[in-house]
């Protein structure tokens, strides 16, 4: 069941086009569609940015080894490592919280800057972002982070993990995205 | 003799200040960089000039620090193509030789004299914060408005980096900058806030502040951090 997502996922993203995509996912597909995700910046050579709010690049870095899932394309901005003391990299970039939304999205302009062009942005994810911020402070940032997108013919994958999605609801994200998929 | 037709507003260069200020700095202006240590005064101060130099704009930073300390000290900018202070010119001053009302006045005497010799199109001082600190608001707002006309005559834009300063010492100057840290909690981000800024329509908001090798970015602080 869960293998489908590693080729929905980078279709879906691949006839959706540069914008803002809403992926409501289950708790239980969560790395393959990660993976999906990654695979698909891959796959077109995107300058791949993943803003992480879920778990430490250390972490990550070992998951995806493990699944045998590259990452050597994606420039990381995380925002756990320093909150739960997790050992650093030195590759990624570091948001010393996931309360610091506003460094986040400058260490994010800065990897978008570094990119040549248009690159693919992977929020993971709204749930963890609302488990440390307001509902109003992460819809704004949620808003600004779709101006940048907007503005620089990006193309954002927005995590939902529909099992924890308190206080998220398909009609929110409606209104931050231009496109919202619900992962079956 | 008639003024030079100058444009309003000129870059600084810094892509995220010039947005915020609605444009840049008007040439011939003074703008203070205040706050505490260690808030990013002089990285700002810096890249101003740096941005100026790359741009073949003569640029020249007074400095109360020696020239190898400002090297080390600084981070690795890649806006000059890590050149370090290549293409400014700097000079050298001691904290003491500005610290006194006289020696604060002739200090000033000998700022104006380098604008109306040497032209510059871009000036830094790195720091004046005791003077500004200790002698009083009229010494210090009759010092700068006289540093201020002489800028004004030349097109120099310069900005001085000071500490946190009242009201009635920055009269003088058309902008002020300044920077600091917002705290909630465990949590800390630096801040710009421009709290004046002449000949600009701009909301006077409050930013995040971040500074790196590819120089400051700021971005608006959204609603919520301080709870």
């Known amino acids: 069941m869960a293998d489908r997502h590693l080729k929905e996922v980078p279709e879906l993203l691949e006839e959706s086009g540069p914008g803002f995509i809403s992926l409501t996912l289950e708790a239980d597909d969560y790395f393959e569609v990660m993976r999906g995700a990654l695979r698909y910046g891959r796959a077109v050579g995107m300058h791949t940015a993943l803003l992480s709010s879920s778990m430490p690049e250390a972490e990550l870095t070992a998951t995806m080894a493990a699944l045998e899932e590259p990452v050597d394309h994606v420039e990381m901005i995380d925002c756990m490592s320093d909150l739960v003391m997790s050992p650093k990299s030195g590759e990624a970039r570091h948001v010393e919280s996931p309360r610091l939304l506003e460094m986040a999205l400058l260490e994010l302009r800065r990897s978008l800057r570094s990119a040549d062009g248009p690159s693919l942005i992977i929020v993971d994810s709204i749930n963890s972002l609302m488990i440390h911020n307001s509902k109003p402070r992460t819809m704004a940032f949620l808003e600004a982070l779709y101006g940048r997108v907007a503005r620089g013919g990006h193309t954002l994958a927005l995590l939902h993990i529909s099992e924890e999605g308190e206080g998220v609801s398909i009609p929110n994200l409606r209104l931050i995205s231009d496109r919202v998929l619900v992962l079956e | ?227």
């Open chain 2, 1 to 227: 003799m008639a003024e030079p037709a100058r444009s309003p507003i000129r870059p600084t260069g810094i892509e995220d200040l010039d947005l915020i200020l609605g444009g840049g700095l008007p040439p011939g202006s003074l703008t203070l960089v205040c706050g505490g240590m260690a808030s990013g005064r002089s990285s700002l101060c810096l890249e101003f000039l740096m941005r100026g130099a790359a741009a073949g704009e003569p640029s020249v930073l007074l400095s109360s620090m020696p020239e190898k300390m400002h090297a080390h000290r600084m981070p690795p900018f890649g806006i000059n193509d890590d050149k370090g202070l290549e293409g400014i010119d700097f000079i050298e001053f001691l904290p003491e030789d500005s610290h006194g009302p006289e020696e604060f006045a002739l200090f000033i005497e000998e700022l104006v004299k380098r604008v109306e010799n040497g032209k510059p199109q871009r000036l830094a001082v790195d720091s004046l914060e005791q003077a500004l600190h200790w002698l009083p608001a009229p010494t210090v707002s009759r010092a700068l408005r006289v540093l201020q006309d002489a800028l004004f005559r030349n097109g120099s834009t310069m900005m001085m980096v000071c500490g946190p300063l009242p009201d009635d010492k920055v009269q003088a100057a058309d902008c002020v900058l300044s920077l600091g840290t917002q705290r909630q909690g465990p949590d800390a981000v630096r801040t710009l806030e421009v709290l004046r800024a002449r000949g600009t329509k701009r909301p006077l908001s409050r930013y995040a502040l971040s500074l790196g090798k590819e120089g400051a970015m700021m971005v608006r602080m959204m609603e919520g951090y301080d709870g």
